[in-house]
């Protein structure tokens, strides 16, 4: 499993050691379903997700005029 400071998105918030510290006190594992939705869309979002395995699509509505 990466640490937290080898994630991209971390890396370039050059966070303090103190402060990646704070971020993991506040994470949850959570396990997803192959084919599940996480939010819809419309919805407001209140999560951050780090994908630790497998992959994600992110799909948004057509508009058709």
């Not at 080898?6 to 918030?13: G, P």
């Not at 050059?14 to 599940?36: I, Q």
């Amino acid at each position: 499993m990466p640490l937290i400071s080898d994630i991209a998105y971390f890396k370039k918030l050059k966070l303090k050691n103190y402060e990646l510290n704070e971020v993991c006190s506040g994470l949850e594992y959570r396990s997803m379903t192959k084919d599940s939705f996480v939010i819809n869309y419309g919805e407001e979002g209140d999560l951050f997700y780090i994908i630790l395995k497998g992959k994600v699509s992110v799909w948004l509505p057509v508009s058709i005029e």
